[in-house]
C-alpha cells in the first residue's frame, strides 16, 4: 500500500505542481532550506553531501525533461479510445521504462551517500525527502503546513 501510495504522489507530484507553477528556483530554495534543517550536518559532512545532492538533481531533472517531452503526446490525447493498442502500450512501456530508471538512479545516488557519508545521515535524507513532498504539496494545494 506504502509503495502503491509513494509511485502515485511520483506520477502525480509534477502535474500537481505545474498546475499551481511554483517557481522551480522557490522549491529548490526550499527544500534546500529544509534538507539543511532536518539533516543537521557537520561542515566535513555538508562538503560530502551537496556535491552529491547536486549532481543527483541534475541527472534527474535531465530524466524528468526527457520523461514530459515523451509524454505530450499521452497527455494531449482526449480519449485512449482513440490510439491503437499499440500505441497505448508503447505510451504505458515508455512510462514504466522512465520510473524504472529514476529508481535505478536513486539506487545510484543511495550508493554514492552510504560510501561516504554515515548510515543515519543517508536514512535521515530519505525520510526527509518523503516529509518534503509532503509538505510541498500541502503548501502548493492550500493545506496544512
Same mark, same amino acid.
Given at each position: ?9 511520483? !506520477?502525480? /507530484? ?16 526550499? #527544500?534546500?532550506?529544509?534538507?539543511? &534543517? #532536518?539533516? @543537521?550536518?557537520?561542515? $566535513?559532512?555538508?562538503?560530502? !553531501? ?9 541527472? &534527474? ?7 514530459? &517531452? ?10 485512449? @479510445?482513440?490510439?491503437? $493498442?499499440?500505441?497505448? &502500450? ?5 512510462? /514504466? @521504462?522512465?520510473?524504472? +530508471?529514476?529508481?535505478?538512479?536513486? *539506487? *545510484?545516488?543511495?550508493? *554514492? !551517500? ?8 543517508? %536514512?535521515?535524507? !530519505? ?5 518534503? *513532498? +509532503?509538505?510541498?504539496?500541502? +503548501?502548493?494545494? %492550500? %493545506?496544512? #503546513?
Amino acid at each position: 500500500m506504502k509503495n502503491l501510495f509513494f509511485a502515485t504522489l511520483l !506520477f502525480l /507530484l509534477p502535474t500537481m505542481l505545474w498546475a499551481q507553477r511554483p517557481k522551480v528556483e522557490e522549491i529548490e530554495s526550499l #527544500k534546500i532550506a529544509y534538507f539543511t &534543517q #532536518k539533516l @543537521d550536518l557537520s561542515p $566535513d559532512e555538508a562538503k560530502i !553531501f551537496w556535491p552529491i545532492y547536486n549532481e543527483m538533481q541534475r541527472e &534527474q531533472s535531465a530524466l524528468r525533461k526527457e520523461r514530459m &517531452q515523451k509524454m505530450i503526446s499521452f497527455r494531449k490525447t482526449t480519449e485512449i @479510445d482513440n490510439l491503437t $493498442d499499440a500505441q497505448v &502500450q508503447s505510451l504505458i512501456t515508455s512510462e /514504466l @521504462d522512465f520510473r524504472q +530508471r529514476d529508481l535505478n538512479l536513486e *539506487k *545510484k545516488y543511495y550508493n *554514492k !551517500f552510504k560510501s561516504s557519508l554515515p548510515i543515519k545521515i543517508v %536514512g535521515k535524507y !530519505f525520510r526527509a525527502q518523503e516529509s518534503f *513532498k +509532503r509538505e510541498l504539496l500541502n +503548501r502548493y494545494k %492550500g %493545506g496544512p #503546513k
